[in-house]
């Protein structure tokens, strides 16, 4: 095993696959040709002596070899980044935290920790992206955040079955709520019966699950309009498109014309709001962010 010849590039190129899960989408954040991701990943198995990455068809896992690989990969190239800033006479690394989180949280839940952490914390940058859950698993994995916020349903597994585990805590623990036009005959009541929601027309997530409709229905439900974004969806509700479910933490971001109302009647759908991480003690700046998302989750009104 012999890592002497190994550019920084396929580094690069390395961690990049680890955290988009295939060889395209690395490529298109890279601006390579796929051709050339392949060689860089080639490059680098070559001097580990072993394979590092699974080709599965639905994208690419780490191999035992491979995650040992990519924590060594991260830390060189962190390392690498951090000594850049200082040359360039920029805030170094040791004062900013690196954050992930799943889209609703950026409406109630990310601008409070923010708002929290420029009290306590004035100096900390934060810099934040939104992704999918296994997208922010994975960006843990390849070390290119500290911190993901992510949204957890029942049965509530973990985020993968990587080792080590993914250390989670919950942050919050919130019922499903239902959102609805203003004027919809639902909205004269705070809850509604499950039996009720038959019939209805749903603004529903373009996943497989058809996140956005109530859980457990028995029936085929009618999907009005297929929408990704959040906040897309209330606003359609808004404008009488439909109705949608949504996290009871997010009834005070609903725009205007929209009411949100519990649903009585079958199990009870909880959503979690998880913190995750890799094991291991954070930073000093992690560990600020950290406790100021829990103090922002306790801010968050109760459903």
């Known amino acids: ?41 080639a490059s680098i198995e070559r001097a580990a002596g072993t394979q590092l990455l699974e080709r599965r068809r639905e994208g690419v896992q780490l191999t035992p070899a491979g995650q040992l690989v990519l924590r060594s990969a991260a830390e060189v190239l962190d390392q690498i980044d951090t000594t850049a800033r200082e040359l360039a006479g920029l805030p170094v690394e040791g004062g900013t935290v690196r954050l992930g989180w799943f889209p609703s949280a950026g409406a109630v839940l990310l601008p409070l920790a923010i708002t929290g952490l420029r009290r306590s914390h004035p100096g900390l940058t934060v810099v934040s992206r939104e992704g999918t859950t296994p997208a922010l698993v994975r960006s843990l994995r390849a070390g290119t955040i500290e911190l993901a916020v992510l949204a957890a349903a029942p049965p509530f597994r973990p985020p993968d079955s990587e080792t080590p585990a993914i250390k989670v805590e919950t942050l919050a623990e919130r019922p499903l709520r239902l959102a609805v036009p203003a004027n919809h005959p639902f909205a004269a009541a705070s809850t509604v019966d499950v039996s009720e929601l038959r019939g209805q027309r749903w603004i529903a997530s373009p996943s497989a699950d058809l996140m956005g409709v109530w859980p457990g229905l028995d029936e085929r439900p009618e999907i009005s309009h297929t929408v990704r974004d959040w906040l897309a969806k209330l606003h359609l509700v808004a404008a009488g498109a439909g109705i949608t479910t949504v996290s009871a933490s997010l009834a005070a971001a609903a725009p205007p014309g929209v009411r949100v109302i519990a649903v009585r009647g079958g199990p009870r759908e909880l959503r979690r709001v998880i913190l995750a991480r890799l094991p291991g003690r954070l930073s000093e700046p992690a560990a600020a962010v950290a406790e100021a998302l829990r103090a922002a989750a306790r801010e968050m009104a109760p459903g």
């Open 1 to 41: 095993m012999d890592f002497s010849d190994v550019s920084l590039v396929a580094l690069r190129v390395f961690r990049e696959v680890a955290e988009r899960g295939t060889f395209t989408a690395a490529a298109t954040a890279l601006g390579y040709t796929q051709s050339a991701v392949s060689r860089q990943i």
